[in-house]
């Protein structure tokens, strides 16, 4: 388990190592939403890969093991080729695209190996593992931060040298028989139909649509925002680094915890009310925080830092939803379902707070998020009504 959330960690800093560079990014390539394509482009190529792998039977053919290494390789090797081509728009944006569907072989993979070792429990371990993939989703921020010289090849190849050692440590550290644990079925268009008129399975999806909504939202868009809002407050050259540092406690640090404690609190309280709770604090932080901008730092990063652990603490259990609710036979399909529409989702939501920055300004930007948090309270509040909520967390729902 340690082996691998390490692992994780490592290799998903590839994830937005393009956005923490994005200002200097946009300026090369003279395109004012050049920031929500490479948010974007990563995530649509994540959906990309995730429904190519699953509807090939790639993980039903490959150990895990081997396929997570084969997969962190490409993404290091995509995202390390941006270094060369990155300063021109198309190249920059395809190499953007490989390195999401490369990583759609790593993050479900870890997730199918986790909920494999963990029959019990599932819901912190997963935490556990979401938690390293939140620090790793940050880590290109703290590389920024950390750097003497702020340069946007620096951190793309820091990202990948980061993501060689994580594939490194599952191909040499983590033993066969722990990488070959029970998996999931592939996915089969023929078991859609089943998995759409499972309603709890579906409720258990909307309350992740709402989650990926505000997720990748506020992880894509934050950091602009506070270099925007602190703009008055550093002279040029601290700004960058005073931004990465907080974009990485809010992202990072804040968001580990917040997935430790909802993974905690769901195997105690139960998994509706966890994510329940959890969309609550973050609708009023994602509501909140563009009434703090340009005011006290210290204001605005408070709020951020809360938001940070608020909206990570639901997103490991609704995945642990689904496999509770659903039978062996279609889990694989209802998994790839279910994080396939999640992150389209998030494409959308990257494009929306993009756009309404640019037509009212950050103080309004973020409010489209609400959204998701909304879609998924309703939703978690029905599967709490339902017979089937019985079978989440050991009967605590």
């Avoid at 990202?159 to 070959?180: F, I, K, Q």
């Amino acid at each position: 388990m340690g082996v691998v959330t390490l692992a994780v960690t490592l290799t998903m800093s590839l994830w937005f190592a393009a956005s923490a560079v994005a200002p200097a990014l946009v300026l090369l390539w003279r395109l004012p939403n050049g920031a929500a394509w490479l948010a974007s482009t990563v995530n649509f190529g994540f959906v990309v890969g995730a429904l190519a792998s699953a509807g090939s039977g790639l993980p039903d053919r490959l150990p895990p093991r081997r396929l997570f290494v084969g997969a962190a390789l490409a993404a290091a090797l995509t995202n390390g080729l941006f270094i060369s081509v990155g300063r021109w728009v198309l190249p920059g944006l395809i190499l953007r695209l490989l390195t999401g569907v490369a990583l759609a072989g790593v993050y479900p993979v870890a997730v199918q190996m986790v909920t494999g070792w963990f029959p019990r429990q599932r819901g912190l371990a997963l935490g556990i593992l979401i938690g390293g993939i939140t620090v790793g989703s940050a880590m290109p921020h703290l590389l920024l931060g950390l750097g003497l010289v702020a340069t946007w090849p620096r951190v793309m190849a820091e990202s990948s040298a980061l993501a060689l050692v994580g594939a490194a440590l599952v191909g040499g550290c983590l033993p066969g028989r722990s990488g070959d644990a029970p998996r999931p079925l592939a996915f089969r268009w023929d078991h859609l139909g089943y998995v759409l008129r499972d309603r709890p399975v579906i409720l258990a999806c909307i309350g992740y649509l709402g989650h990926n909504w505000e997720l990748y939202g506020m992880w894509s868009w934050l950091p602009l925002f506070l270099a925007s809002s602190w703009s008055g407050y550093f002279r040029a050259s601290a700004l960058v680094a005073w931004t990465a540092w907080a974009a990485f406690a809010a992202i990072g640090v804040a968001g580990a915890g917040g997935a430790l404690l909802g993974g905690w609190t769901a195997e105690r309280w139960g998994r509706t009310a966890t994510t329940i709770g959890a969309l609550a604090v973050s609708g009023l932080c994602a509501a909140g925080i563009g009434l703090t901008y340009r005011l006290d730092p210290a204001l605005t990063l408070l709020v951020a830092i809360v938001w940070g652990g608020a909206v990570v603490a639901d997103s490991a259990q609704f995945s642990t939803a689904v496999t509770e609710l659903t039978t062996r036979d279609y889990l694989g399909s209802a998994l790839t379902f279910q994080m396939a529409t999640g992150f389209l989702v998030a494409v959308a939501a990257v494009a929306v707070v993009g756009w309404l920055q640019g037509l009212l300004g950050w103080p309004m930007a973020f409010y489209p998020l609400l959204l998701g948090p909304g879609a998924g309270i309703g939703a978690m509040l029905a599967l709490r009504c339902r017979p089937e909520a019985a079978l989440l967390a050991g009967g605590r729902r």
